[in-house]
């Protein structure tokens, strides 16, 4: 699996967007992105993925630069609880496990 | 509440002891995950089951550690002859496809 690299820690001020980068630089072709993020004293929780195109859900926005190098999620409008540590993880699709690295902590502030 | 349930939740155990963590998933999942994680550092895969075959154990799963999961079902992860660098959490997932994957709270083994 590609290795990530992500900023290990980035602060928000409550109700405006975060934005959380992450650099996959060897990726490959059929390596999807996932972004789980990780709660104080809770198991993992998944946001989103997507292999080339943008994605959106309830929870976030992923955004994949053309090359694929590199990708941002997107929290619109973050609250107090979004405050969490966030990993940004590239498996080939099928593959069973996650290969978590040390991610971003986010801290919203209010 | 329908997600994946692990329990205990604590364990404090002496070193040399045995200890089990039982791991309920969301019913109708057929895949079944268990992690490890440290303080400070994100959880490492640990097995992977489909139904009842374990189907891939990492290195990280010493002669030390077991997992079963006899019916398809629920999961169980033993460690036998805890040593103090089995202190961790265990996590539990499960998932009916590989990419989204409903991780359980967790069982926080001490080990002294």
């Given at each position: 699996?590609?290795?990530?690299?992500?900023?290990?820690?980035?602060?928000?001020?409550?109700?405006?967007?975060?934005?959380?980068?992450?650099?996959?630089?060897?990726?490959?072709?059929?390596?999807?992105?996932?972004?789980?993020?990780?709660?104080?004293?809770?198991?993992?929780?998944?946001?989103?993925?997507?292999?080339?195109?943008?994605?959106?859900?309830?929870?976030?926005?992923?955004?994949?630069?053309?090359?694929?190098?590199?990708?941002?999620?997107?929290?619109?409008?973050?609250?107090?609880?979004?405050?969490?540590?966030?990993?940004?993880?590239?498996?080939?699709?099928?593959?069973q496990k996650l290969v978590f690295?040390?991610?971003?902590?986010?801290?919203?502030?209010? | 509440?329908?997600?994946?349930?692990?329990?205990?939740?604590?364990?404090?155990?002496?070193?040399?002891?045995?200890?089990?963590?039982?791991?309920?998933?969301?019913?109708?999942?057929?895949?079944?995950y268990w992690y490890r994680?440290?303080?400070?550092?994100?959880p490492e895969f640990l097995t992977y089951?489909?139904?009842?075959?374990?189907?891939e154990k990492s290195?990280l799963l010493?002669?030390?550690?077991?997992?079963?999961?006899?019916?398809?079902?629920?999961?169980?992860?033993?460690?036998?002859?805890?040593?103090?660098?089995?202190?961790?959490?265990?996590l539990?997932a499960?998932?009916?496809?590989?990419?989204?994957?409903?991780?359980?709270?967790?069982?926080?083994?001490?080990?002294?």
């Amino acid at each position: 699996d590609a290795k990530t690299t992500q900023p290990p820690s980035m602060d928000c001020a409550e109700g405006r967007a975060a934005n959380l980068p992450c650099n996959h630089s060897t990726i490959s072709g059929n390596e999807y992105v996932y972004w789980y993020r990780q709660i104080h004293s809770q198991g993992p929780q998944y946001i989103i993925h997507g292999l080339k195109n943008n994605e959106t859900n309830e929870m976030a926005s992923l955004i994949i630069t053309e090359d694929r190098k590199s990708s941002t999620l997107i929290l619109p409008h973050a609250t107090l609880r979004d405050t969490a540590v966030y990993y940004c993880i590239v498996r080939v699709q099928g593959a069973q496990k996650l290969v978590f690295g040390q991610g971003t902590r986010l801290t919203i502030n209010p | 509440d329908t997600g994946v349930s692990q329990n205990p939740r604590h364990k404090i155990t002496k070193r040399g002891q045995n200890v089990t963590f039982r791991c309920d998933p969301i019913s109708e999942h057929n895949r079944l995950y268990w992690y490890r994680q440290t303080l400070g550092q994100g959880p490492e895969f640990l097995t992977y089951f489909q139904n009842e075959a374990q189907l891939e154990k990492s290195r990280l799963l010493s002669d030390r550690f077991s997992a079963e999961r006899p019916k398809g079902s629920f999961s169980t992860l033993e460690i036998q002859r805890t040593e103090q660098g089995d202190s961790a959490m265990y996590l539990c997932a499960s998932s009916l496809n590989p990419n989204t994957i409903y991780f359980g709270e967790g069982s926080w083994l001490t080990v002294v």
